[in-house]
T-cell receptor, first 116, second 113 residues
Framework: GAGVSQSPRYKVAKRGQDVALRCDPISGHVSLFWYQQALGQGPEFLTYFQNEAQLDKSGLPSDRFFAERPEGSVSTLKIQRTQQEDSAVYLC??????????????FGSGTRLTVV | AQSVTQLDSHVSVSEGTPVLLRCNYSSSYSPSLFWYVQHPNKGLQLLLKYTSAATLVKGINGFEAEFKKSETSFHLTKPSAHMSDAAEYFCVVSDGGNTPLVFGKGTRLSVIA
């Protein structure tokens, strides 16, 4: 598609529920990143995929967070047993090149997760 | 490890006056530097990027930034602010390769009519 698409746009979850957030990157983009943006803060790195390989998951805050990109295209970020501190905007970005250094990223509009 | 400090959390300017958003970075390598803008309820949009070519970088909507290695700075400027420039601006650094982008905390720009 023309841009990075994320769904759902908004998600309200009760504490303890599992959620799945979807990212459709730009077709052909090798690199895919997930970021978490808390209210009033800059985005913070969660995890990075190069095609289907998850090369860096150092930013995932706990083992309740899990991401996959099985066919090297669409990616899903799953959060198990959601907690209130998980409330944030989850941003997905993709890049044509490895790492994204030279091309920058194209970001999606994000999924705003509210845990109540 | 790389890091970014945005020196002002909020900047307010009058329409038609110059804009200066300050950013200092720390990097162990020759970094790439970016400025992104985020309008309310919109995605992040790339304004401009520096990747070891010319030190004065021109971006979209009349913005530009100058990479100053001696000062480890990458300040964003615009000669004349427009109401539509009101948004959150993020300075971003990358050491390259597979290392992720590291964002500053952001500077909120307000433009007064």
């Amino acid at each position: 598609g023309a841009g990075v698409s994320q769904s759902p746009r908004y998600k309200v979850a009760k504490r303890g529920q599992d959620v799945a957030l979807r990212c459709d990157p730009i077709s052909g983009h090798v690199s895919l990143f997930w970021y978490q943006q808390a209210l009033g803060q800059g985005p913070e790195f969660l995890t990075y995929f190069q095609n289907e390989a998850q090369l860096d998951k150092s930013g995932l805050p706990s083992d309740r967070f899990f991401a996959e990109r099985p066919e090297g295209s669409v990616s899903t970020l799953k959060i198990q047993r959601t907690q209130q501190e998980d409330s944030a905007v989850y941003l997905c970005a993709s890049s044509l090149a490895v790492g994204g250094r030279d091309y920058g990223y194209t970001f999606g509009s994000g999924t705003r997760l509210t845990v109540v | 490890a790389q890091s970014v400090t945005q020196l002002d959390s909020h900047v307010s300017v009058s329409e038609g006056t110059p804009v200066l958003l300050r950013c200092n970075y720390s990097s162990s390598y020759s970094p790439s530097l970016f400025w992104y803008v985020q309008h309310p309820n919109k995605g992040l949009q790339l304004l401009l990027k520096y990747t070891s070519a010319a030190t004065l970088v021109k971006g979209i909507n009349g913005f530009e930034a100058e990479f100053k290695k001696s000062e480890t700075s990458f300040h964003l400027t615009k000669p004349s602010a427009h109401m539509s420039d009101a948004a959150e601006y993020f300075c971003v650094v990358s050491d390259g390769g597979n290392t992720p982008l590291v964002f500053g905390k952001g500077t909120r720009l307000s433009v007064i009519a």
